[in-house]
Each structure stands twice: as C-alpha cells, then as structure tokens.
T-cell receptor, first 115, second 113 residues
Framework: AQKITQTQPGMFVQEKEAVTLDCTYD???????LFWYKQPSSGEMIFLIYQGSYDQQNATEGRYSLNFQKARKSANLVISASQLGDSAMYFC????????????FGTGTRLTIIP | DAGITQSPRYKITETGRQVTLMCHQTWSHSYMFWYRQDLGHGLRLIYY???????DKGEVPDGYVVSRSKTENFPLTLESATRSQTSVYFC????????????FGAGSRLTVL
C-alpha cells in the first residue's frame, strides 16, 4: 500500500518569495509516478506537475519544480516567486505504474501568500 | 463539450434516502475514480474502475455502490445515506498506467441531514 505524508498543515509566505511544500511517500512498488495538485478556494483540482520514479532529472513546469530525492522518498514542490494567486490547498499524490494504479493523496498543505 | 462532468453539483438529502451522483467523461479513458474530500483527510478513494464492467474498492467503500456499464459513465450510489457521508465527492478519469494524470470533475457537494 502507498502512503503519502504532508507534514505542513498550513504555511504563510511573503509574496515574491520562494516556497517549498514537503511531501514524503512510502511504497513497495518499484515504478510509480508522483503528482502535485492545487485546489483553490473555488474547489477544483488542478494538476501542476508530475515526476516519474525513473526520471533522472527533476520535473519543472514554469514556476513549479519538484525536488525529487528517491533515496529519501521525498517529492517536495517548490514554487518560485510566489504570487497571491498561489494561495490554495496543495496535495501531493502518488500512483504505481502497474497493478492497482490508484492515486493516493496526502492530507494537503494550505498555502497563504501574504502581500 | 469534452471533459468530465459531475451532476448534481449540490445536493441536500435526508438520512436513509438513496442518492446517486453521476459522472460522465468524453475522452474514453479506461480508468475512472470516485474520491471523497473531508477536512483533515485529504482525498480518499471510494471506488475505482479499470474498464467497463470492472470495479474495485478503494480505501472507504462502505455504504457506496458503483457500476460501469459504459466506458464514459461511472455513477456512485449511496443506498441509504448517513450524516457521515456529508462530503464533497470528486470523480476523476485517466488513461491506463500510473504515468498518466488524473483529470477531475468539478465536484459534487452532498449534505445529508
């Protein structure tokens, strides 16, 4: 079974600063994908970034990057130059490549950007 | 319109009543999922389906029933609603394999009185 742990229930960050949201995971699957989703106050789930377990380089998507440390089983999301619109809930999730292929979520981190 | 749609978006019902939440996707994705979101728990998987006529339990399946007679539809039924089933329900779909992103519907907010 997979387990995702997000230890930061809430974070406050000054606008334009960089922020790191922590995520650790546990799995016995040899191949898996790691995902980050954003949920603004409007409620929809927005996909941000994906990292495959065999990818050699950390994933980047615009201002988002994923700091993937496989040996430590961590997949932290880094948001550079934070903006007010980044205020939202952020969920880390993982999914095995094969087998049950369910997406398992962490409990989320609520990020608030301070002007 | 292409995408994944959930209905109803909001529903209030009473304890003991049957409720069905609908989910429809237009991509012919093989996988479909139902999650519930509650404060402090994140999103928890209720049921998922790998293809038409194939369904499997997730983390919190008790009190729910699903079916998938067609690839594009994945309804979730609460046969006898309880107050503990008050939640926001999300449907999602994806292509097969863990490398593929799940795309979520807008969510259905259910209140059981």
């Amino acid at each position: 079974a997979q387990k995702i742990t997000q230890t930061q229930p809430g974070m406050f960050v000054q606008e334009k600063e960089a922020v790191t949201l922590d995520c650790t995971y546990d799995t016995s699957d040899p191949s898996y994908g790691l995902f980050w989703y954003k949920q603004p106050s409007s409620g929809e789930m927005i996909f941000l970034i994906y990292q495959g377990s065999y990818d050699q380089q950390n994933a980047t998507e615009g201002r988002y990057s994923l700091n993937f440390q496989k040996a430590r089983k961590s997949a932290n999301l880094v948001i550079s130059a934070s903006q007010l619109g980044d205020s939202a809930m952020y969920f880390c999730a993982m999914r095995p490549y094969f087998g049950n292929e369910k997406l398992t979520f962490g409990t989320g981190t609520r990020l608030t950007i301070i002007p | 319109d292409a995408g994944i749609t959930q209905s109803p978006r909001y529903k209030i019902t009473e304890t003991g009543r049957q409720v069905t939440l609908m989910c429809h996707q237009t991509w012919s994705h093989s996988y479909m999922f139902w999650y519930r979101q509650d404060l402090g728990h994140g999103l928890r998987l209720i049921y998922y389906s790998a293809a038409a006529d194939i369904t499997d339990k997730g983390e919190v399946p008790d009190g729910y029933v699903v079916s998938r007679s067609k690839t594009e539809n994945f309804p979730l039924t609460l046969e006898s609603a309880t107050r503990s089933q008050t939640s926001v329900y999300f449907c999602a779909s994806s292509e097969r394999s863990g490398a593929n992103v799940l795309t979520f519907g807008a969510g259905s907010r259910l209140t059981v009185l």
